[in-house]
């Protein structure tokens, strides 16, 4: 990438498969966003470059490189495919580009502390932000590998299920285990199965999940 395809990327703005970070002296904030891409449809990320679109650059980017690859490399599980590319600007300033395709081995996860594998948490983007992914979201990821035919039971909890999704077109977890009047893990289940039989889409959100008919194609 030269200056100008730089450019042309930048006025184009933040968004699902794009995000700036004008300093890496945050790097468990950049991290996040690698593992977001990796968890949806990928992305770039781009280091020295504003919110407001601003492309002041890094000064010492191979600092800045050394510091983000370490830190990928050690709180990211399954490791991550990425490549980061420079940009050259002026003054011997630079941007760090780098490119994060969307994983075959979903869920990825951050790892704080490599001697607490159990403390994780997976990301996923939503818009323009990063956001925590939920048990069910999780789940959806890990179903999503797996190469075989859902099938699911179409009864009395389902049919209280469709009832109010052609009245209210979504409905969120906690909202179905009270109406079914099922525990919230039979509810969380069984909304998982119908995202992974392609009846339903969920909408990840850092506030609540919610669950809709798929459109039909």
Do not use: W
């Amino acid at each position: 990438m030269d200056y100008q395809a730089l450019k042309n990327l930048v006025k184009r703005g933040e968004g699902s498969n794009l995000e700036f970070k004008l300093k890496t002296n945050h790097p468990e904030k950049i991290i996040r966003g690698v593992v977001a891409f990796a968890n949806t449809n990928g992305g770039i990320m781009l280091i020295g470059v504003g919110d407001d679109k601003k492309i002041p650059g890094l000064k010492y980017a191979d600092e800045d490189e050394y510091l983000l690859v370490r830190a990928i490399n050690k709180f990211c599980f399954p490791r991550i495919s990425y490549t980061i590319d420079r940009v050259q600007l002026y003054d011997e300033r630079e941007v760090l580009v780098i490119r994060v395709p969307r994983s075959p081995t979903r869920p990825h996860y951050i790892i704080p502390d490599p001697d607490n594998p159990d403390d994780k948490k997976a990301y996923v983007r939503v818009g323009d932000k990063s956001v925590q992914a939920s048990r069910e979201v999780r789940e959806i990821l890990k179903g999503e590998q797996a190469d075989r035919d859902i099938r699911f039971n179409y009864g009395e909890k389902e049919h209280k299920l469709m009832q109010h999704l052609g009245e209210h077109n979504s409905i969120t977890v906690d909202l179905f285990a009270s109406i079914a009047g099922v525990s919230r893990r039979i509810a969380s289940r069984t909304l998982v199965l119908l995202v992974l039989a392609n009846v339903l889409e969920i909408h990840p959100s850092d506030v609540v999940d919610q669950y809709t008919p798929r459109a039909v194609q």
